[in-house]
């Protein structure tokens, strides 16, 4: 009887230590767990054009979890591009910070800096300017910047939208104004855009360190 427990119980650990250790090795392997380096959060998003789609991933000592359903995604009228350009309708591959949100909309909650915009806000897109892609505050026509080139944020889509680290380091024209924001059906001028439900429930998940991940 003492041997026959011994081995029921060697059987117990060996299934145990095998559950615990066959999530850890299916999340090993997502596409991009080599290119996002200490991150615990990732927006990942691939697929082309309207097939694309983005999926929430954390960071657990097991692995990789995906903790969302796939979630229908528009990206640029040009699909992917390998980098973003200005003038160009395209979703820049690679991967990106996610260092803040904003919107017409109240905050949602999270762990993301929040801020409500408003007529007086803009996205600074003239690669001329000091402060390109960047976030200011003026009021129409008094701007220190190309507003014709340049993008008031109190519209439909920033309901509410997350600010990509695209071209973080500001090169001119190296493109700007890139966001996760609410879909409205139609491709983007290169944003990620999804539903506002789904949004809403990545930005209350996202914390400081979240990344975007984007592939075609």
Do not use: K
Not at 25 to 46: D, I, N
């Amino acid at each position: 009887m003492r041997r026959t427990g011994s081995a029921l119980l060697s059987i117990v650990v060996a299934t145990t230590l095998a559950l615990l250790c066959a999530p850890h090795a299916v999340a090993q392997g997502p596409w991009f767990s080599s290119a996002v380096g200490s991150a615990s959060q990732v927006v990942a998003v691939h697929g082309s054009g309207s097939g694309s789609s983005v999926e929430a991933w954390q960071r657990s000592p097991l692995g990789w979890h995906r903790i969302s359903p796939s979630i229908p995604a528009q990206v640029g009228v040009d699909g992917f591009a390998p980098e973003a350009r200005d003038g160009v309708p395209a979703t820049p591959e690679g991967v990106y910070s996610l260092d803040a949100a904003f919107g017409t909309a109240a905050a949602p909650g999270g762990g993301l800096p929040y801020r409500v915009v408003g007529a007086d806000d803009w996205w600074d897109g003239d690669p001329q300017s000091a402060t390109y892609n960047t976030h200011q505050v003026c009021a129409p026509g008094s701007c220190g910047f190309d507003e014709s080139q340049s993008e008031q944020l109190a519209i439909p889509a920033y309901r509410y939208a997350v600010v990509m680290g695209v071209n973080a380091e500001r090169r001119p024209g190296g493109g700007g104004a890139f966001f996760l924001h609410v879909a409205n059906g139609q491709p983007t001028e290169g944003c990620v855009a999804v539903a506002e439900a789904p949004l809403v429930w990545l930005i209350r998940w996202l914390q400081p360190g979240a990344v975007i991940a984007i592939t075609r």
